[in-house]
């Protein structure tokens, strides 16, 4: 038994999952928010506690050195010589990656080289990698890429028809992403297949962040997501795809700038831009249940879009054999996942178990569609720390 830590760190945290492997066996948890200001918040769940402190963390570093000395003073281990590995996500792995890597000085490089394309994430991948460096010199770690999953697709997938000179030039084409959580969800999507031959899966993972995946023999085939997370479906704050002279207009329109136009389609668009509520499905939700029109539509909108995502998919993998609902949304919100199925029934003789949608949630699993539907339908919660832990296992410890 070798403990082995995922660590995800953002821009101002970060978020870790120890584990016991090979046995898959969670340790604990927890994040340290808002690094860099005197009042961080720091919360570790292990066992059945939850402890949170607010205290002062100028660093990753720090954060990180934190997060140790609680591992120790807690009792969860007893000397920092049971940490066996460390894995990492790092949003952006360009064309360089298409599985995981051990962090060297070229997957270092690598990694710094894709700063343009993920500014905040990458960056804070690196800052996180050398807090770690710091603090546990000895113990290998490795970089789990949210892209490597989407390498596998055909250029026709990833390519944009804009002049090739940007594509050859400045590598400006689709990578997609959430690809740890879709190669988890297509492999725990196995076990529902009748013919295991016949695997052609649509995912669907919703989050606040949202992506669809086609996959076929565990590969992925096509993805919505773009060059970075704006692309795809519509989103809490994001558009998702859309006219391209549309970013045109609003600057020709309102005088606005290109920083600002970009800020407000990652940011103030989607659900809360249609509506003008919130951010946050339940909102939203609620809202349209007391008849708010925008919410309405927003909600509608959402659907629809999810609704042209499969069908362009089903047509992509001549069929599909399983749907698959996750994420925050795709775990928990019934009526989302009601809305969307409904846009796809009739093409696709698809039928939803009113009852089973009702009853699968918050980390529940199942079917969610009934016998004489032409394509089951299964909410499965994803877990990408447990696909960290996984890699880091594999490439450091077997
Ligand atoms: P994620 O990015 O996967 O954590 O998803 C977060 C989003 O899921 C939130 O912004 C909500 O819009 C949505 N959501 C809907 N129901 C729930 C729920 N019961 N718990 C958490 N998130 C939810």
């Known amino acids: 038994m070798k403990k082995v830590m995922a660590v995800n760190c953002g821009s101002s945290s970060v978020k870790f999952k120890l584990y016991e492997m090979p046995e898959e066996t969670v340790i604990c948890s927890g994040i340290v928010e808002r690094i860099g200001h005197d009042d961080a918040i720091f919360t570790i769940k292990y066992e059945d506690k939850k402890d949170t402190v607010i205290i002062p963390v100028k660093d990753h570093a720090v954060a990180v050195e934190n997060v140790l000395n609680a591992l120790i003073e807690k009792s969860i281990i007893k000397s920092l010589d049971d940490i066996k ?3 990492h996500r790092v949003v952006q792995g360009g064309a360089y990656f298409d599985k995981s ?7 270092y490089s690598k990694v710094e080289s894709l700063i343009p394309l993920a500014p905040l994430h990458n960056k804070a991948h ?7 460096k710091k603090v546990l ?10 892209t490597a999953f989407h390498q596998s697709m055909d250029a026709e997938d990833y390519t944009f028809p804009i002049p090739y000179e940007y594509t050859e ?6 990578y997609g992403a959430h690809g740890t959580s879709h190669k988890y969800l297509s492999q725990e999507g196995r076990k529902y297949l009748e013919n295991p031959e016949n695997d052609r899966m649509i995912i669907c993972h919703l989050g606040s962040g949202a992506s669809i995946t086609a996959t076929r023999h565990g590969k992925c085939v096509a993805t919505s997501m773009g060059l970075t997370p704006l692309g795809g479906i519509m989103m809490n704050t994001r558009t998702g795809d859309m006219d391209p002279s549309v970013f045109y207009q ?20 989607g659900l809360l831009g249609v509506s003008g509520i919130s951010n946050d499905s339940r909102d939203v939700e609620n809202a349209a249940k007391n008849g708010d029109p925008r919410a309405i539509l927003a909600i509608k909108l959402w659907a629809r879009r999810i609704a042209d995502y499969i069908g362009q998919y089903y047509v992509r993998l001549g069929g599909c054999d399983l749907i698959i609902f996750s994420a925050g949304i795709g775990e ?11 846009n796809i029934e009739e093409a696709l003789n698809v039928r939803l178990d009113e009852e089973a949608n009702k009853n699968t949630n918050r980390g529940k699993e ?21 696909m960290i832990a996984r890699d880091a296992y594999d490439i450091c410890l077997k």
């Open 137 to 146: 010199p000895n113990v290998p770690q490795i970089a789990v890429f949210d």
């Open 366 to 386: 199942g079917i969610i569609s009934l016998p004489s539907s032409k394509i089951k339908i299964v909410v499965i919660p994803t877990d990408e720390e447990v």
């Open 85 to 87: 590995a460390v894995g």
């Open 332 to 342: 928990n919100s019934s009526e989302f996942r009601e809305a969307a199925i409904k």
């Open 101 to 107: 890597e051990p962090w060297n000085d070229d997957t």
């Open 169 to 174: 030039k400045y590598q400006i084409r689709r």
């Open 250 to 269: 609003i600057q020709a329109m309102t005088g606005k700038g290109y920083e600002e136009i970009f800020q407000e389609m990652n940011k103030k668009s």
């Open 126 to 132: 690196l800052v996180g990698y050398n807090a770690f």
